[in-house]
């Protein structure tokens, strides 16, 4: 048990370090595309800085701290992956979660089922159903005997053709 907790702890560690050095990566060059306009991913811009200081160039205070962003970001990676490895996960990882639960977001409820009230009705066939549910139908909607209809048009057909002789 302890072992897999020492490989869990090893590939959250993995993780987050992946995560910080990716992070710390895109937050150099936009630094350094803001002040310097150079892109640090680019090979033209190490070719262009190595023909500047092959050229002769002297350092200023610009450059030096140009510089020493660069060679500085490999060290400022190994402390932040050391301090990783020896950080705990559990809370890193709960607390997120915690802070969502506590949103006001209700918990799920699950609906009170009295057994007192359940009624157990006899197994019907499938004709009875259906013959429930034409039934319940004819009385939602309630539709005249065509044959009486009928009768009754005729009726008053010939009542019209008697009132006009």
Request: overall charge positive; glycine content about 4%.
């Amino acid at each position: 048990m302890k072992t897999i907790k020492k490989i869990c702890h090893i590939l959250c560690a993995i993780a987050f370090s992946a995560l910080f050095a990716v992070a710390f990566a895109y937050a150099l060059r936009y630094i350094y595309l803001y002040y310097y306009k150079i892109d640090l991913f680019l090979p033209q811009t190490y070719a262009a800085i190595s023909a500047y200081w092959n050229s002769g160039a002297t350092l200023r205070g610009e450059d030096f701290l140009l510089l020493m962003g660069i060679f500085m970001a490999v060290p400022v990676n190994i402390v932040a992956w050391i301090i990783i490895f020896h950080m705990r996960f559990a809370p890193l990882i709960t607390t997120p979660l915690g802070w969502l639960a506590s949103l006001g977001i209700g918990e799920y409820k699950a609906p009170v089922i009295n057994i007192k009230n359940l009624k157990v009705e006899e197994k019907k066939t499938l004709e009875q159903v259906v013959q429930e549910r034409i039934d319940i139908e004819k009385k939602k909607n309630p539709q005249p005997d065509s044959g009486k209809f009928r009768q009754d048009i005729i009726e008053k057909i010939e009542e019209e053709k008697n009132n006009q002789n």
